[in-house]
């Protein structure tokens, strides 16, 4: 028990302590002196660097030196941390930030007022108060005088009063939006991190869907204050901002900024107080009206100096608009998408109306590209899906809609209006249905599935899905969701892996094969097994490998593998031999999460033996490396599943570009065949799911976007025709110029400067193929062929109405890739030789850093370089490759 005596010592020492903590708190606290007039020097360093591997360029940026002089109006009489301070600047210089010779000097001798013009000039002098409450900045005002640039500029230099003497993390708000700060004290002095990706704040700009093809933005944010009696006497804040291309970090800039604040002087001055409260005190201060201290993003001016029909004629006389294998066409789409956006609805009409032949499909792409409304409205307008002879442009149209990087709802809109019209054939018909999944699709991933138009948009896909009784109908919807990927169909698309033709159940198996593993559940794989082994009904080949791919790409269990490895032998030569060959290729994969469960398995001995493994056909399954860089990573994989005659039943080839943190299908070309065994006088024990009539088509995903698939004959009588009218001539896939990449971002800076960053990137892509066949030999050649070129361009700058400084990167690259496959169907088994083929390509890379004010030489700098990537045959297998020599050998 303690004495009463020493309990209440204890309580008066308690009260003594609390009282001098409540007093030190007190002196600590942020407050000027009533009686004084305080003066400030304020500097804002603006400096972009380019990211590019040889740094040897400078970086372009400016200094802007002001005075300030700063002053209380008004303090509460109960609290004289609470004040309104009148912060007005003086002075302004513009001056160099960056070493510069006498004749780069592109600031010497330069007044701001002369820039800005006297009104503007009188704007920016004008005072602005800020109502400040221990180091809080509760509101901002000003004169109504006060927009744009000026007024960031202002908020820029009220938002470094923002400040608080207590360690801890808080969310404030500031020029940059309601961001999360942490603060750390100690000696006077505050350090100030801002965590600049919390920031809250209208949303401005568009980006990528898929994040290999978009843009990375990293930012830092730090401010150092000394504090004295209340008073800042110095505050830095630097930021900086790495913003670059995801598939190549060189692309972008580093853009960095200082804001220095530095205490002169003070000189006494009678207090001087304009009411008895705060609303008293703004009222006899005059027009003061509140404002947000949050900054506002402006849409940079764009500047024209050609109109697009202009434009237009010009490349009709210097450039081949339908060469998408040349550089120049793609420079040119770019060029001509960004005139297209400053363009009338009429303007882009007539362009529509007027145009000849051989330019009205690069016109439609660069229209729809530019994903305006009087771009948009005007293709609607000139489109009509009724008219057969507008098939080739309808197509063209609806494969831009469907590669459109940030699609609007105003497409979307366009596409069911369309939709819900008439239509002039069955091909557009499958073609604007999977279009519309795309669209959707994109739009979800963007977080955008809530909007009237999209929810719009689903209700006719499954609502058409739900009233289809034709087969063809089904797989149209289908295919759609295939494109839409969404995650509520799921129990619908199991519904329809049970379908009575393995066709359908095909196309609902691959939907699955492109959802990611979180949505893959324990029913779907339930079922993906019941496929596989055949426990309920008999499936084809196709719909068994695709539920098999879903298996394995999606953490298998020791016993789903177990079971997987059990019937290899049990079922077709073939097929188990492409299963054994494909399990061992993930089992030597770097990156495939299953292949440490099949290292597990296959210690079982009854599982990892000679006679279960090493199974005879020519079946594959093969990857390897098209390109690595520091950034990205190329891969493709190429799987051929035979029959037992020999006769290739389907090939599936993937190109996949890998980031550190994403991945996207470049393309799948899947090529399948069946019925064919009495064309060649073969007999094969075909799976008794499969569909017995003589067939042959092909499927292709671009760029994760499923195309509609191409029936290259469907039944004997059709194969007869295709084969006495082929032709060596190359037959058109695909063709047109893609805006792959259009991200556009406004980032405004700690000073109220406004960074712009706007990144596009242009596809020309060209897929032919070509069929050559002999029957009086029997063989047969037939090529694909990829060409495209790539120009990515970025522009990093910024511009005010008194100065503008700029980092511009560009890379261009032309390429080709073709996959050969040679069949000799006199031998039995039949041969089969694939090669896939990579040509000789150049790759060139510009940068140019530039400064330049209203009037004046600006000051331009560059640096360009040039590589050659060489040609090369990409290796597949070994059994390939001793099939092509002995038939190349023959040709030869």
């Given at each position: 028990m303690e004495r009463p005596e020493l309990?209440?010592?204890?309580?008066?020492?308690?009260?003594?302590?609390?009282?001098?903590?409540?007093?030190?708190?007190?002196?600590?606290?942020?407050?000027?002196?009533?009686?004084?007039?305080?003066?400030?020097?304020?500097?804002?360093?603006?400096?972009?660097?380019?990211?590019?591997?040889?740094?040897?360029?400078?970086?372009?940026?400016?200094?802007?030196?002001?005075?300030?002089e700063l002053g209380v109006v008004w303090e509460n009489s109960s609290n004289q941390h609470e004040q309104l301070i009148q912060l007005q600047i003086q002075e302004v210089k513009l001056l160099n930030v960056s070493e510069r010779t006498e004749r780069q000097n592109i600031f010497k001798n330069v007044h701001v007022e002369a820039l800005l013009g006297p009104a503007t000039m009188a704007t920016l002098k004008k005072p602005v108060i800020f109502h400040w409450n221990s180091g809080k900045i509760e509101a901002l005002y000003g004169s109504a005088e006060e927009t744009g640039l000026i007024?960031?500029?202002?908020?820029?230099?009220?938002?470094?009063?923002?400040?608080?003497?207590?360690?801890?993390?808080?969310?404030?708000?500031?020029?940059?939006?309601?961001?999360?700060?942490?603060?750390?004290?100690?000696?006077?002095?505050?350090?100030?991190?801002?965590?600049?990706?919390?920031?809250?704040?209208?949303?401005?700009?568009?980006?990528?869907?898929?994040q290999v093809l978009g843009v990375q933005w990293q930012p830092t944010c730090k401010g150092l204050y000394s504090v004295e009696n209340g008073v800042i006497k110095t505050a830095v804040t630097e930021e900086s901002h790495v913003v670059n291309l995801n598939l190549q970090s060189t692309i972008g800039a580093k853009i960095s900024s200082r804001q220095q604040l530095h205490y002169l002087t003070s000189e006494q001055r009678p207090g001087e107080f304009y009411g008895n409260n705060l609303l008293e005190a703004l009222h006899s201060l005059g027009t003061y009206i509140p404002l947000p201290l949050t900054g506002s993003l402006e849409k940079a001016p764009f500047k024209v100096r050609t109109p697009a029909s202009d434009y237009l004629k010009s490349l009709n006389k210097n450039t081949d608009l339908q060469d998408l294998s040349e550089v120049s066409t793609t420079k040119a789409f770019l060029a001509f998408v960004q005139l297209l956006r400053e363009a009338k609805k009429i303007d882009i009409l007539n362009m529509l109306k007027k145009a000849a032949g051989k330019e009205i499909s690069f016109l439609i792409d660069s229209a729809t590209a530019a994903q305006t409304e009087p771009s948009l409205s005007?293709?609607?307008?000139?489109?009509?899906?009724?008219?057969?002879?507008?098939?080739?442009?309808?197509?063209?149209?609806?494969?831009?809609?469907?590669?459109?990087?940030?699609?609007?709802?105003?497409?979307?809109h366009i596409l069911l209006a369309k939709l819900k019209g008439k239509i002039a054939s069955r091909e557009i018909q499958e073609t604007i249905t999977s279009v519309t999944g795309a669209v959707i699709g994109k739009m979800c991933r963007r977080n955008l599935c809530k909007l009237q138009e999209v929810e719009a948009a689903k209700k006719v896909i499954l609502d058409g899905l739900s009233a289809a009784t034709e087969e063809a109908d089904v797989k149209m919807y289908l295919l759609a969701l295939k494109n839409a990927l969404l995650p509520e169909t799921i129990p619908l698309l199991l519904k329809y892996t049970e379908w009575q033709t393995s066709s359908v159940a095909a196309i609902a198996v691959t939907v699955l094969q492109r959802f990611p593993s979180v949505y893959i559940t324990e029913e779907v794989k339930?079922?993906?097994?019941?496929?596989?082994?055949?426990?309920?009904?008999?499936?084809?080949?196709?719909?068994?490998?695709a539920a098999f791919d879903v298996i394995v790409n999606n953490h298998p269990t020791e016993m789903e593998l177990k079971n997987i490895l059990l019937s290899v032998g049990e079922i077709e030569s073939e097929l188990s031999k492409y299963i054994a060959e494909k399990l061992q290729r993930i089992l030597h994969s770097d990156y495939h999460p299953a292949s440490k469960v099949i290292r597990k398995v296959?210690?079982?001995?009854?599982?990892?033996n000679y006679n279960r493994l090493s199974r005879a056909g020519s079946s594959s399954s093969s990857s390897g490396y098209l390109a690595v860089t520091t950034d990205t990573v190329s891969l493709y994989n190429?799987?051929?599943?035979?029959?037992?005659?020999?006769?290739?039943?389907?090939?599936?080839?993937?190109?996949?570009?890998?980031?550190?943190?994403?991945?996207?299908?470049?393309?799948?070309?899947t090529i399948e065949a069946q019925g064919l065994d009495s064309f060649f006088g073969e007999s094969s024990k075909e799976a008794e799911g499969d569909d017995n009539e003589a067939m042959a088509g092909m499927s292709v995903i671009l760029f994760d976007v499923q195309l509609p698939p191409v029936v290259f004959f469907q039944g004997y009588i059709d194969l007869m025709e295709k084969i006495?009218?082929?032709?060596?001539?190359?037959?058109?896939?695909?063709?047109?110029?893609?805006?792959?990449?259009?991200?556009?971002?406004?980032?405004?800076?700690?000073?109220?400067?406004?960074a712009d960053t706007e990144f596009q990137g242009g596809l020309g892509i060209d897929i032919s193929g070509s069929i050559e066949l002999s029957l009086w030999s029997q063989r047969s050649k037939t090529n694909i062929r990829n060409r495209g070129t790539l120009v990515i361009n970025s522009v990093i700058n910024v511009d005010t109405p008194f100065a503008h400084a700029g980092v511009n990167s560009s890379s261009e690259a032309a390429a080709?890739?073709?996959?050969?496959?040679?069949?000799?169907?006199?031998?039995?088994?039949?041969?089969?030789?694939?090669?896939?083929?990579?040509?000789?390509?150049?790759?060139?890379?510009?940068?140019?850093?530039?400064?330049?004010?209203?009037?004046?030489?600006?000051?331009?700098?560059?640096?360009?370089?040039?590589?050659?990537?060489?040609?090369?045959?990409?290796?597949?297998?070994?059994?390939?490759?001793?099939?092509?020599?002995?038939?190349?050998?023959?040709r030869a």
């Open positions: 309990s209440g010592k204890w309580l008066l020492l308690m009260v003594a302590i609390s009282t001098l903590r409540a007093a030190e708190a007190q002196a600590v606290g942020l407050a000027y002196k009533s009686s004084a007039l305080f003066k400030y020097q304020y500097n804002v360093d603006l400096l972009l660097e380019t990211l590019s591997s040889p740094a040897a360029l400078p970086g372009s940026g400016f200094r802007i030196e002001a005075g300030l007024l960031n500029l202002k908020r820029g230099l009220v938002s470094l009063f923002q400040l608080q003497m207590d360690s801890g993390t808080i969310t404030e708000v500031d020029v940059s939006g309601n961001c999360r700060v942490t603060y750390k004290t100690g000696n006077n002095q505050v350090t100030k991190t801002k965590d600049l990706l919390s920031c809250e704040r209208p949303e401005f700009g568009s980006g990528a869907s898929n005007a293709l609607s307008e000139y489109l009509d899906f009724a008219k057969e002879a507008q098939i080739p442009q309808l197509r063209t149209f609806l494969y831009a809609s469907a590669f459109s990087s940030h699609p609007s709802k105003e497409l979307l339930k079922q993906m097994n019941r496929i596989f082994h055949q426990s309920r009904k008999l499936y084809g080949v196709t719909v068994q490998l296959l210690k079982d001995p009854m599982i990892y190429l799987e051929l599943l035979f029959a037992d005659n020999g006769i290739l039943k389907q090939s599936y080839s993937d190109i996949f570009v890998s980031t550190r943190e994403s991945k996207l299908r470049a393309s799948q070309v006495w009218s082929i032709t060596e001539e190359p037959i058109s896939i695909i063709k047109g110029s893609i805006l792959l990449i259009d991200h556009l971002q406004a980032i405004l800076l700690q000073s109220g400067l406004q080709s890739l073709e996959f050969v496959s040679s069949v000799n169907f006199l031998d039995s088994p039949i041969l089969t030789c694939l090669q896939l083929l990579k040509k000789l390509f150049p790759y060139r890379e510009t940068v140019t850093i530039y400064e330049s004010l209203e009037k004046g030489v600006p000051f331009t700098v560059g640096k360009k370089r040039t590589l050659r990537v060489q040609d090369t045959e990409l290796p597949l297998h070994h059994a390939n490759s001793e099939m092509c020599k002995k038939l190349l050998s023959e």
